[in-house]
C-alpha cells in the first residue's frame, strides 16, 4: 500500500471517488481498507497518468 500512496498526486483521490460513485473521502477510505475495486482503480489511474504524461513528453520534445 505504501508503494500506491507514494505515487497518488493531487486529485486522485476525486477522480477515484467518481468512478466508484462515492465522495473523495469515501473513496480515500476504501484504500486504506484495502478495498480491491479501490487499490485496481487507483493502479488504473496511475498507470494512465503515467503513460498520458509520457506520451505527451515524447510528442512535444
Known amino acids: 500500500m505504501g508503494h500506491i500512496k ?3 498526486r493531487y ?5 477515484l471517488g467518481e468512478l466508484l460513485g ?7 477510505k476504501r484504500l486504506l481498507r ?3 475495486a ?3 482503480v487507483i493502479l488504473a489511474i496511475i498507470e494512465s497518468r503515467e503513460r498520458l504524461i509520457k506520451e505527451y513528453q515524447s510528442k512535444n520534445q
Open 38 to 40: 479501490a487499490i485496481a
Open 6 to 8: 507514494s505515487q497518488i
Open 34 to 36: 484495502r478495498d480491491k
Open 22 to 28: 462515492t465522495t473523495p473521502d469515501a473513496a480515500e
Open 11 to 15: 486529485g486522485d483521490y476525486v477522480l
